[in-house]
């Protein structure tokens, strides 16, 4: 069974930085396309960033493309985010999620995972 824990969330000033981390564990991370998503409050979840379990081919969001980075590290079975050039619109819960042999542009448009995190909160504000 999979099972994944965000970290890293917190409040950071306008054009500020963070690095969210996901470590997966029960089943091997290379197995598993994974994929960051958020949900701010009275809005529907959206895929932000998607990574591909086979070849890290990446999918992003239109407005967090060239700030946001997904990246992975197969050894420490945990994916990262990297934020910068942090908005308020960035301001959400971001859950990480993984789908078995997954695609990323599917999985982050159509919000498809079989697991998920439990969230961690991103406040973006001065």
């Known amino acids: 069974q999979v099972q994944l824990v965000e970290s890293g969330g917190g409040l950071v000033q306008p054009g500020g930085s963070l690095r969210l981390s996901c470590a997966m564990s029960?089943?091997?991370?290379?197995?598993?396309?994974i994929g960051w998503f958020r949900q701010a409050p009275g809005k529907e979840r959206e895929g932000v960033a998607c990574?591909?379990?086979?070849?890290?081919?990446?999918y992003y969001e239109d407005s967090v493309k060239g700030r946001f980075t997904i990246s992975r590290d197969i050894a420490e079975s945990t994916v990262y985010l990297q934020m910068t050039s942090l908005k308020p619109e960035d301001t959400a819960v971001y859950y990480c999620?993984?789908?078995?042999?997954?695609?990323?542009?599917?999985?982050?448009?159509?919000?498809?995972?079989?697991?998920w995190g439990q969230g961690t909160q991103v406040t973006v504000s001065a």
């Open positions: 999620a993984a789908a078995l042999y997954g695609r990323p542009m599917a999985m982050c448009v159509a919000v498809i995972a079989a697991s």
């Open positions: 990574i591909s379990s086979r070849d890290d081919s990446t």
């Open positions: 029960g089943r091997p991370l290379d197995d598993y396309a």
